[in-house]
């Protein structure tokens, strides 16, 4: 029958005016079958309750109505929207309406769900920060005001603490650069500089500038058996040094005295390059894993060694591999060693 449920106020009126002037006007001609006078009051019922009902519903629901979309666009009308509003809204059925308004509850709650966890983050960054920055802060207050306090008179002492006071800037400054790189890398305000380049020859070129702290270990790094031929990536040359010394720098802080770091890199499908290193340190048990990636994320062998990171290091390697448009993973056993493997794009 009617399909009474999308119906616009037009409609409406016309089936409403319908509805009335028809009985009604049966009813007449029974008491006076006159044709035309029926005719008559059939046109005068039906154009009568028709502009009627019109005006009511167009006087006090759709002007509200009118109103409310006003408000959830929240915007000054254009002329575009005016002549919506005028021409376009009344042809709509009340459903639309509601559905229109709930679409845009749903618009709300989603934006107020980013704002939320937006802050969340920004509420543990700032605590995280603060606390990063506490420890090397008051260590060199503690040697400065030693010093001040007459520690200076001391040549022996007095070289020691500056020493340290020294140390602990060091630290806040590769704090402070990667923070800077990271915000950057977050804004999307570094550009990638793409070459093709052979991956090999950039491992190796990590390998040798971190060779003083792994020779500290006796820690050896080497390309996998059967992984040495040449393999071309085409990806941000400097970036992925970056990701490669961030990675081979975890092996040797976190490996074991007389440890090996390996490489592996595969052509997985002609499009991917999978490169893979693999450490025998102590390795990161299950429970960390998944988060290790997070900024200032450590384990609790991260937290307590004496090895001055502020879980920066992966987090940047997401953000640079993420970048690239390919992804990072990790696999460890306590004990056994960790694996961290990225893909790359092959060259062209
Ligand atoms: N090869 C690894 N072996 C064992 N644990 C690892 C290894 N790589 C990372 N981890 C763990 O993951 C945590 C996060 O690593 P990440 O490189 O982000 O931070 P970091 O090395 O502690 O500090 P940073 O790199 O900023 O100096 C480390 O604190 C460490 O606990
Ligand atoms: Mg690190």
């Known amino acids: 029958m009617l399909a009474t449920k999308n119906l616009s106020p037009q409609q409406l009126s016309l089936y409403t005016a319908t509805i009335l002037s028809v009985p009604i006007t049966l009813g007449y001609y029974l008491m006076h079958p006159i044709w035309w006078v029926a005719l008559l009051v059939l046109i005068i019922i039906f154009i009568g309750s028709f502009l009627l009902i019109q005006f009511t519903l167009e006087r006090f629901i759709y002007r509200k109505i009118k109103l409310i979309y006003k408000f959830i666009y929240q915007t000054k009308a254009s002329k575009r929207e005016e002549t919506y509003y005028k021409y376009l809204l009344p042809q709509k059925s009340i459903d639309e309406v509601r559905e229109d308004v709930e679409k845009w509850a749903a618009q709300q709650k989603e934006e107020i769900e980013v704002l939320k966890t937006n802050e969340a983050y920004r509420k543990e960054f700032l605590q995280n920060l603060a606390h990063e920055f506490k420890t090397p802060i008051f260590a060199v207050q503690g040697y400065v005001d030693t010093l001040l306090d007459g520690a200076l008179e001391n040549p022996a002492v007095s070289k020691k603490f500056l020493e340290n006071a020294a140390r602990n800037i060091a630290r806040m400054v590769t704090l ?153 993973h990790a696999r460890s056993k306590p004990d056994i060693g960790t694996t961290i493997g990225f893909t790359l794009e092959a060259a062209k």
């Open 176 to 328: 402070v650069s990667d923070l800077d790189e990271i915000t950057k890398l977050e804004s999307g305000e570094q550009p990638l500089h793409k070459e093709n380049f052979i991956i090999q020859d950039l491992i190796k070129e990590a390998y040798d500038s971190l060779s003083i702290k792994a020779s500290d270990k006796n820690i050896k790094g080497s390309i996998k058996k059967g992984c040495e031929q040449p393999v071309s990536v085409f990806a941000d040359k400097e970036k992925i040094r970056q990701v490669i010394i961030n990675i081979v720098s975890n092996s040797i802080k976190y490996g074991k005295e007389n440890g090996h770091i390996v490489a592996s890199i595969y052509k997985t499908d002609g499009k991917h390059v999978l490169v893979e290193i693999s450490d025998d340190g102590i390795g990161i048990s299950e429970e960390h894993l998944p988060r290790i990636f997070e900024r200032f994320y450590r384990t609790d062998a991260g937290r307590s060694r004496d090895v001055g990171g502020t879980g920066l290091g992966l987090a940047i390697c997401k953000h640079i591999i993420e970048a690239h448009g390919q992804t990072l």
